[in-house]
């Protein structure tokens, strides 16, 4: 998702790559990731930079 290629099952998918590709991976994955420390503040962080883009899109 970040670089524009997507291979999906040997097909590769180009798409326009999205600064958000990575801070909605992260959103979704990061609470199943041993990082070897809590993230317990970063997933507060990115849930908050979603939250206020999706009310700025409903505005």
Not at 39 to 50: F, R
Request: with cysteine; aromatic share 6%; net charge neutral.
């Amino acid at each position: 998702m970040s670089n524009g290629r997507i291979d999906h099952n040997g097909n590769i998918i180009k798409l326009t790559p999205d600064p958000w590709c990575v801070i909605v991976l992260f959103h979704n994955y990061l609470n199943q990731v041993d990082v070897g420390y809590p993230t317990n503040g970063v997933q507060e962080v990115l849930q908050l930079m979603v939250r206020d883009q999706d009310v700025k899109r409903k505005t």
